[in-house]
Antibody
C-alpha cells in the first residue's frame, strides 16, 4: 500500500528555516517524480516544487532561491528545506507522487502545518 | 489569482446533476496538457478524482465524470449525495510557467 507521511512542520519566525520530511512506503521515491504542494489557511492549492526521478528539480517562482527539494534514497524520504521564510509561506504542506505520463498527483500525504509568525 | 479559473461555489439538491468548469489558456489546457480533478473533504488531503481529462481511479464512483475541450474542462457529478459536499480543484501543467497549476477551487454544497 502506498503511503506518504509528512513531518517537520511548526512555528517559525520570519527569516527562519525549517526542513520538512516525507517518508514514503509502498514504492521507491527515487524511481518516481515527487512534489510538494501547499495550501494556505482557507485558500486553494499551490504547487511548490518537484524532483524528477533523474534528479532534476524545479520550483514555483514564489519559492525559487529560498526552498530546496531533495531526497534520501536510503531512507526513501523526500525533503523540503525552507529558508528565509516569510509570513506568506504559512500553509499546510503536502508531499505528493507525480505520474510522469499524465502529470497528475496520484497519492498525497496528510500534510504538515508550517506557521511563519513573530 | 489562480492560473486556472473555477467558479467559487456551486450547489445542488440530492439526486441532481452539477457541473464545475475550469478555464485555462493556450499554455496549459489549450496546449494539450491533461486536466485532472481532486476532491478535498473538510480537514483532509486532496484525493485524485479524475485523471487524464476523463478517467476515474479505481474506487471512484461513475457518478463523477470529466471532459475537456479547447482551453476548458468540466467536472460533472450526477446523482448528488450529501457525502459529495467538498472542495473540488482542477489541475494541469503550464509550459510558460514550467510548472503545475491549479484552479482556485470550487466549494460544492449539497442543499
Amino acid at each position: 500500500e502506498v503511503q506518504l507521511v509528512e513531518s517537520g512542520g511548526g512555528l517559525v519566525q520570519p527569516g527562519g528555516s525549517l526542513r520538512l520530511s516525507c517518508a514514503a512506503s509502498g514504492f521507491t521515491v527515487s524511481s518516481n517524480y515527487m512534489s510538494w504542494v501547499r495550501q494556505a489557511p482557507g485558500k486553494g492549492l499551490e504547487w511548490v516544487s518537484v524532483i524528477y526521478s533523474g534528479g532534476s528539480t524545479y520550483y514555483a517562482d514564489s519559492v525559487k532561491g529560498r526552498f530546496t527539494i531533495s531526497r534520501d534514497n536510503s531512507k526513501n524520504t523526500l525533503y523540503l528545506q525552507m529558508n528565509s521564510l516569510r509570513v506568506e509561506d504559512t500553509a499546510v504542506y503536502y508531499c505528493a507522487r507525480v505520474r510522469p505520463a499524465t502529470l497528475d498527483f496520484d497519492y498525497w500525504g496528510q500534510g504538515t502545518l508550517v506557521t511563519v509568525s513573530s | 489569482q489562480s492560473v486556472l479559473t473555477q467558479p467559487p461555489s456551486v450547489s445542488g439538491a440530492p439526486g441532481q446533476r452539477v457541473t464545475i468548469s475550469c478555464t485555462g489558456s493556450s499554455s496549459n489546457i489549450g496546449a494539450g496538457y491533461d486536466v485532472h480533478w481532486y476532491q478535498q473533504l473538510p480537514g483532509t488531503a486532496p484525493k485524485l478524482l479524475i485523471y487524464g481529462n476523463n478517467n476515474r481511479p479505481s474506487g471512484v464512483p461513475d457518478r463523477f465524470s470529466g471532459s475537456k475541450s479547447g482551453t476548458s474542462a468540466s467536472l460533472a457529478i450526477t446523482g448528488l449525495q450529501a457525502e459529495d459536499e467538498a472542495d473540488y480543484y482542477c489541475q494541469s501543467y503550464d509550459s510558460s510557467l514550467s510548472g503545475w497549476v491549479f484552479g482556485g477551487g470550487t466549494k460544492l454544497t449539497v442543499l
